[in-house]
């Protein structure tokens, strides 16, 4: 074995574009190893990743000691500790409990024609022009509509929302930020908790629309054990998670089958494929990667002792193309044998969003693949990749296509979810992907 570098150097952007090579540099020298310039153990295996996601020896608490956080830090590291992202059994499951109402499978299907609905919208405004940015007009805007409309939040509130969620998720994102970001991140989830506090407790005009979580907290608003402050504090992390990281995989899905267009062709042509292919994208390029632990007890893993209160980060992007479970792990093969892949985590923190993300992720993809004919890269600025260990995302993505008449592009292509023969309402065009919102689980909450 060699003496691995550190994690650090993920920061820099020469590195980001070919992350997933220093990822290979780092488990071939150690799949475990103590990085001095992070002071934490670092996992690249999947054998010792998806181990200690679920290792009850491992603490998912981010801020054990609130005190402990500068002073810039501390509203927003209080509003985390309140998340179940950043909790243990048994407030985990607590807290975890009645979000995940809003978050089954069948309540993801609620939101089925919502989502045809807002991609439907966004890709026949740029149909016409030949151009767009993945990321601005389609990746970023969708999920947030979607989350939006699972919370009930009306339209005119939503850009404030965004606005405050950009800061707070950098702050999640990255540890190493100054002191005026830190106060604005704090300062920002102060902002979008008194806004969750005054849509969930005033009294409106409008009932809640059903489904959606305002509707389950007036529900249940006398029989929860979930104070509000609790409660509050998962809304945040529903909206910053649920739109964060979908925006995330899709435009990092587009951007792999646009530099891999015989894999885009392969499911052009076989779109039975689909559902496996949202999975295989999924991997290859995860949009959370990483996962952070802290050692309750001095405790062994993968033959190395780690130290009571000690960190260990769990790279699950870097486990994802460990080729001891997936043959050839830099290949996009969308009829890979099934794996498990990390990037919905695992164990009690499985991801709560996954049916969501999946469904949004699949829609998109065939609408982009079957609606944008000639659709590529557009070669006049390069991908460009937001700086952050954690969240792996574009933070620009411009295409290019042949452009078409409002005539010629009519209407969303039928995907039936749930084994129909399609969805009624929607124009239906020929090769129509069927897709499965997938096993239902916000990232690794």
């Known amino acids: 074995m060699g003496t691995p570098t550190s994690l650090l150097r993920a920061f820099r952007p020469q590195v980001q574009e070919r992350l997933y090579d220093f990822y290979e540099e780092l488990r071939s020298a150690d799949d475990l190893f103590w990085d001095r310039s992070l002071r934490a153990w670092v996992a690249t295996g999947h ?55 809003a978050l089954t499978p069948r309540a993801v299907q609620t939101l089925r024609a919502r989502i045809f609905e807002a991609v439907d919208r966004i890709i026949t405004h740029a149909a016409p022009t030949g151009r767009m940015d993945i990321v601005a007009d389609l990746a970023r ?26 800061p707070v998720a950098e702050a999640i994102g990255n540890s190493r930020l100054d002191a005026d970001r830190n106060r604005e991140a704090s300062q920002s989830m102060t902002d979008m908790l008194a806004y969750f506090r005054e849509l969930l407790t005033s009294s409106r005009d409008t009932p809640p629309a059903a489904h959606t ?140 969003g996954a049916a969501l993300a999946r469904l949004e992720g699949a829609i998109v993809l065939e609408a982009l693949l079957t609606r944008l004919p000639g659709l590529r890269l557009d070669g006049t600025a390069p991908p460009q990749w937001q700086r952050s260990l954690n969240f792996r995302g574009l933070t620009r993505l411009d295409v290019a296509f042949t452009p078409l008449s409002d005539d010629h592009d009519s209407g969303t292509q039928a995907m039936p979810t749930d084994g129909s023969e399609g969805c009624p309402g929607r124009a239906t065009h020929a090769g129509a992907c069927p897709v499965s919102a997938g096993p239902g689980g916000v990232a690794g909450a």
């Open 141 to 166: 805007p969708l999920p947030l509509t979607i989350i939006c409309d699972l919370l009930d939040v009306p339209q005119q509130d939503r850009p404030a929302l965004a606005a405050w969620s950009e």
């Open 213 to 352: 979580l305002r509707a389950l907290v007036s529900a249940q608003a006398e029989n929860t054990d979930q104070d509000l402050d609790e409660l509050l504090a998962n809304c945040a992390l529903l909206l910053i998670a649920g739109h964060e990281t979908t925006t995330h995989f899709i435009g990092n899905a587009t951007l792999a089958l646009l530099r891999n267009p015989e894999a885009a062709d392969q499911l052009r042509s076989r779109p039975e494929l689909l559902p496996a292919a949202v999975e295989e994208l999924l991997r290859y390029d995860a949009p959370v990667q990483l996962m952070l632990r802290t050692a309750r007890h001095d405790l062994d893993l993968a033959g190395r002792t780690i130290a009571e209160g000690q960190t260990v980060l769990l790279v699950g992007g870097a486990a994802n193309r460990d080729p001891a479970v997936f043959p050839d792990p830099h290949v996009l093969d969308f009829e890979r044998p099934a794996g498990r892949h990390m990037s919905f985590g695992h164990g009690p923190h499985f991801c709560l």
């Open 47 to 101: 054998a010792v990743v998806s181990k200690a996601a679920g290792d009850p020896g491992l603490s998912s608490v981010r801020y054990p000691d609130i005190e402990a956080v500068s002073e810039e830090l501390r509203p927003l590291a209080r509003v985390l500790s309140r998340q179940m992202l950043y909790s243990d059994a048994p407030d985990h499951s607590r807290l975890r409990a009645l979000i995940s109402r």
